[in-house]
């Protein structure tokens, strides 16, 4: 298992980005629960991705908690950055 963590800022509503995380979530068969303050999420990308985030002001904070280890946490975050942040 491995582990990364990465911050994104964002300049949309946190509830704006919260539905819209939860969208793409849902639309991969993955699972979303959260608010506009914390939450969790697993999702099936070339295997199982999980984590965790927490958001502070127009930052989300997220944390890998597993992945597919031939994905690198880089590649999620630009993944992330590019459909959620601003």
Same mark, same amino acid.
């Given at each position: 298992?491995?582990?990364?963590?990465?911050?994104? &800022?964002?300049?949309?509503?946190?509830?704006?980005?919260?539905?819209?995380?939860?969208?793409?979530? &849902?639309?991969?068969?993955?699972?979303?629960?959260?608010?506009?303050?914390?939450?969790?999420?697993?999702?099936?990308?070339?295997?199982?991705?999980?984590?965790?985030?927490?958001?502070?002001?127009?930052?989300?904070?997220?944390?890998?908690?597993?992945?597919?280890?031939?994905?690198?946490?880089?590649?999620?975050?630009?993944?992330?950055?590019?459909?959620?942040?601003?």
């Amino acid at each position: 298992m491995s582990t990364c963590s990465f911050t994104i &800022d964002f300049r949309i509503p946190p509830e704006l980005l919260i539905n819209k995380t939860r969208t793409a979530i &849902d639309n991969q068969g993955g699972a979303f629960d959260g608010d506009i303050a914390s939450g969790t999420f697993t999702v099936q990308v070339l295997g199982s991705i999980a984590g965790s985030y927490t958001i502070s002001g127009q930052r989300m904070n997220i944390e890998i908690s597993n992945k597919p280890m031939f994905i690198s946490c880089s590649q999620i975050e630009s993944f992330m950055k590019n459909q959620f942040g601003s």
